[in-house]
């Protein structure tokens, strides 16, 4: 079996946010299995080439666009986001919560 490498990883985890849905770059990296290196994820994102990557899907942790206020990226991820659904307002989403099975499961009802 061939392991695939922190860069394969990360751009799997990219391709698997579903249309109409957003994750922040540290759950990116976190999905590829390396907690801790949202700057990685970024630095890919940076670099990428592939048209077909879903790349306007992951925002910073707070939900904001991390191009500039104003810039043709922020414009194009902003219509590329809202295309699909997704709700922006001020260059900011609202990030899904982090489901924890545990509280869910165990919370007073």
Same mark, same amino acid.
């Given at each position: 079996?061939?392991?695939?490498? $922190? /860069?394969?990883?990360?751009? $799997?985890?990219?391709? %698997? !946010? &579903?249309?109409?849905? /957003? %994750?922040?770059?540290?759950? !990116? ?5 390396? &907690? ?8 890919? +994102?940076?670099?990428?080439? #592939? ?6 899907? =992951? +925002?910073?942790? #707070? ?18 986001? *809202?295309?699909?659904? =997704?709700?922006?307002?001020?260059? *900011? =989403?609202? @990030?899904? *919560?982090? @489901? #924890? +099975? #545990? ?7």
């Amino acid at each position: 079996m061939v392991e695939l490498s $922190a /860069v394969d990883k990360i751009l $799997a985890a990219i391709r %698997a !946010i &579903p249309r109409g849905q /957003v %994750a922040g770059y540290g759950h !990116i990296a976190q999905r590829a299995g390396l &907690p801790g290196r949202a700057r990685m994820v970024a630095r890919i +994102l940076s670099e990428n080439a #592939d048209p077909k990557l879903p790349w306007h899907r =992951v +925002l910073r942790s #707070d939900g904001r666009i991390a191009f500039p206020e104003g810039s043709k990226g922020h414009r194009e991820q902003s219509q590329r986001l *809202r295309a699909e659904g =997704v709700i922006v307002e001020k260059g *900011r =989403v609202r @990030l899904p *919560r982090e @489901l #924890d +099975l #545990d509280a869910e499961l165990w919370r007073p009802r």
